[in-house]
């Protein structure tokens, strides 16, 4: 079935702002959303395998929330200068790479979003809204999920209640109970996420709350009846526009990836001092899997370096097992492997990788996939060396959401997963529960936090533990 990618570009430029430090070109100038943002786009086309895509911003001036309510927004800080002049050349780069770019005077991004998946939905096809925005959960039904942009994780219907305690059919209210600071949209005094989600649980929608009220007692009660009169106003606020129509984008036809503009690249290059691969991997057809990411002039780094990268980025390579000492051939370490167990190829090699940091692994990325990393991690019990772990998550470690977890037997021989719309988290937690919990050694960095994220999945983490924060601050303890 044909699958529909919605890039919320705006919250995808924060995010990526945020997330790195404030990298520079070598004139000053501000770069490291623009780096970031274009690292993210190759990512997030790889998890949601779609065939049609767009990233919509939203336009600058003011929308018809203002017209409802004057003060909408009106507390949010100004935009910091070092990121608003990275837009104008971000979105420009973004067409340059082919994708389809929609930015709609008068609504915002998530009208737009929202409008385009109900379109899809009507045509019967399925959309993924890749956002960190919880407004966007309200969107989420049978022919749509969201892909959260800092933990890669899905969200489907049983996705939204386990984080919100809700279903996507109560989000509106949720939102409205609660208000959003940021947007200026008052809500009921002192009802956060748990009170916001117990009211609607335990009453129902905001009609039945709002007939409860009289009967509520205490502070809260007090609190819940001076906030309905606004109540209705934060409704329509919250609620995200599913029947715009959006000029250039009326149709499905409409929504399709070009082919790059070369020269716009290069002289892109040239400009932000962002390496011409990074681009090739962003490229919408390429990302969709539509056409290759290689120039000519940048063949043979591509072709070298293309399945390789950080953990958790892009495409992966096939590995190849090592010795892990002396002569010890590596078969003798798989020797409990089920034949299931492919015999890896061989990828490129550390020396031959234009980043020295990048790293060569295979992605587990379907059912089988998930059986061989199984088989992998069962033979890892029997060998003395420790397997590294890293892990992908969000939040708190203790309330964390564990979005990806990577395995290294050896420099070679590494292993990531993440959940996909076909891959769910359960089925992931539930293959690699029994390595974790068995007397395997293992290897984390920050080991404390890794266990506690673990813990929020059920998971106990028993063998011996070793921590590469702690090696390190032992060795170099006398460092200042």
Known sequence: MSKLLLIDGSNYLFRAYHALPPLTTSRGEPSGAIKGFLGMLANVARLSKADRAAVIFDAPGKTFRHEMYPAYKANRPPMPE?????IEPLQGIVRALGWPLLIVPGI??????????????RAGVDTVVATGDKDMAQLVDDHVVLLNTMNSKFYDREGVIEKYGVPPESMIAYLALMGDKVDNVPGIKSCGPKTAAKWIN??????AIRAAAPTMKGKIGENLRAGLPFIDEAVALVTIKRDAVISGAETLADIKAVP????????FCARWEISRR????????????LAPAVTAEGAAA?????????????????????????????AALLDRRSEKLEVPREGPAPEDLENPDETVFREVAGTEDLEALTDRLQAAEGVDEPAAVTLLWDGVPRHADLGGLAFAFTPLDVWVVQPTIELSSAKIFEAVKPWFESNAP?????????VHVLAAQQIAVNGQIDDAMLMDYVLEAHLP
């Open 82 to 86: 070092d990121l608003r002049t990275q």
């Open 108 to 121: 915002e991004a998530d009208d737009v979003i929202g409008s385009l998946s109900a379109m899809a939905a």
């Open 202 to 207: 335990e009453i129902g929608g905001i009609d």
């Open 260 to 267: 790059a503009e070369e020269a716009a690249l290069e002289a």
């Open 278 to 289: 990074t681009l090739d991997r962003a490229q919408a057809l390429a990302a969709m899997g």
């Open 302 to 330: 591509s072709n070298a370096a293309a399945r390789s990268a950080s953990l958790f980025g892009v495409p992966d390579a096939p590995v190849k097992p090592v010795a892990a000492k002396g002569d010890v051939p590596a």
């Open 442 to 450: 293992k290897l984390f960095h920050d080991a404390k936090a890794a």
